[in-house]
């Protein structure tokens, strides 16, 4: 009797389980919270790459360094900023 009991209690409880994390990820998705989160988009192209393209932004000249995969140095002027793209909770998504 217990052994046949104790899976069928299982599976019940397993059912059960699944059902709530569905019904919450449809309330998520519903309800549109993970838009609220701050995304960081990753660029495009390597820092490598736009090393040689880009422009210092603070004194506007070329010879940036790839300090990080996300993260360009400039060697003249020692100004340090990211690539890619964040986007916070309080601007709008199109
Ligand atoms: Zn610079």
Do not use: H, W
């Not at 919450?24 to 993970?34: N, P």
């Not at 990080?68 to 998504?93: H, I, N, P, Q």
């Amino acid at each position: 009797m217990v052994q046949e009991f104790f899976p069928l209690l299982l599976s019940i409880l397993l059912t059960i389980v699944v059902v709530i994390s569905i019904i919450a990820l449809v309330y998520i998705l519903l309800t549109g919270r993970s838009k609220s989160l701050d995304v960081y988009y990753p660029p495009k192209l390597t820092a490598e790459d736009l090393a040689e393209k880009l422009l210092c932004p603070n004194c506007g000249k070329t010879g940036l360094r790839p300090l990080s995969r996300y993260a360009l140095k400039c060697d003249a002027c020692g100004f340090t900023f990211s690539l890619g793209v964040l986007r916070t909770k309080e601007e709008k998504y199109s």
